[in-house]
Nanobody, 117 residues
Framework: QVQLVESGGGFVQAGGSLRLSCAAS????????MAWFRQAPGKEREFVAD??????SYADPVKGRFTISRDNAKNTVYLQMNSLRPEDTAVYYC????????????WGQGTQVTVSS
């Protein structure tokens, strides 16, 4: 079973940047699809970005501002977040499919990102 641990969240002013990390353990995930989701207070969890064998995809609200990447040697995926907005405030989760592809069903504990106006 893969375990995921997110880090890098924090408090930042609007227009600032943060880089989130998600370290995987228990299995090499170089061939796995990996994704970032977020959940704001009172809202459902939503897709942010993923990286698969076919490339990257992003939710419309973050296109051009966020970049997902991975370092297979470190078994880690990153989310570089630039030009942050107050509406980006949420708990950010990384996720992988338990089989490596398909539905994202394994989750980390999340990391809080707070953007002040």
């Amino acid at each position: 079973q893969v375990q995921l641990v997110e880090s890098g969240g924090g408090f930042v002013q609007a227009g600032g940047s943060l880089r989130l990390s998600c370290a995987a353990s228990g299995r090499r995930i170089s061939s796995y699809a990996m994704a970032w989701f977020r959940q704001a207070p009172g809202k459902e969890r939503e897709f942010v970005a993923d990286i698969t064998g076919r490339g990257h995809s992003y939710a419309d609200p973050v296109k051009g501002r966020f970049t997902i990447s991975r370092d297979n040697a470190k078994n880690t995926v990153y989310l570089q977040m630039n030009s942050l907005r107050p509406e980006d405030t949420a708990v950010y989760y990384c996720s992988v499919p338990s089989t490596g592809v398909g539905v994202y069903n394994l989750w980390g504990q999340g990391t809080q990102v707070t953007v002040s106006s």
